[in-house]
Nanobody
Framework: QVQLVESGGGLVQPGVALTLSCKLSGETWGTNVMGWFRQAPGKEREFLGAIAWNEGNTNNGNFEGRFTISKNVAQNTLYLQMNDLQPEDTAIYYC??????????????????WGQGTQVTVSS
C-alpha cells in the first residue's frame, strides 16, 4: 500500500509563488502516473496536471504556464510549482497516484490513492 502526504500549503498574498510537495512512501512500485488536483469550496474537483513517474512525459494541464509539475523519483517526491497565485486559486490541493498510464489525462477515478490534501489560501 502506498501513502501520499502533501505539504507546502498556507496563506499567501496574491501574486506570489508557492511550491507544494507530495511525498510517496510504502509500496511505491507500480506507480505509473502522479497527478495534482484541487477542490475549492462548493466546486467540483479539478485536474491540474500529471506526470509519468518512470518516464519523461508531463501534462501541465490548462493553467497557461502558471502551474508546473515536476518530480524527484529518487526521493519519491512530487512537486507542484504555482506562480502568480490569485484568490481563485484558493482550494485544497491533492496529489494522487495511478497505476494506469491513461490517468495522465486527468480522469480522477483512475487514481487509486490520494493524499489528505493541503490548504492553499490566497488573500490580501
Amino acid at each position: 500500500q502506498v501513502q501520499l502526504v502533501e505539504s507546502g500549503g498556507g496563506l499567501v498574498q496574491p501574486g506570489v509563488a508557492l511550491t507544494l510537495s507530495c511525498k510517496l512512501s510504502g509500496e511505491t512500485w507500480g506507480t505509473n502516473v502522479m497527478g495534482w488536483f484541487r477542490q475549492a469550496p462548493g466546486k467540483e474537483r479539478e485536474f491540474l496536471g500529471a506526470i509519468a513517474w518512470n518516464e519523461g512525459n508531463t501534462n501541465n494541464g490548462n493553467f497557461e504556464g502558471r502551474f508546473t509539475i515536476s518530480k524527484n523519483v529518487a526521493q519519491n517526491t512530487l512537486y507542484l510549482q504555482m506562480n502568480d497565485l490569485q484568490p481563485e486559486d484558493t482550494a485544497i490541493y491533492y496529489c494522487a497516484r495511478s497505476k494506469i498510464p491513461t490517468a495522465w489525462y486527468g480522469t480522477a477515478r483512475q487514481y487509486d490513492t490520494w493524499g489528505q490534501g493541503t490548504q492553499v489560501t490566497v488573500s490580501s
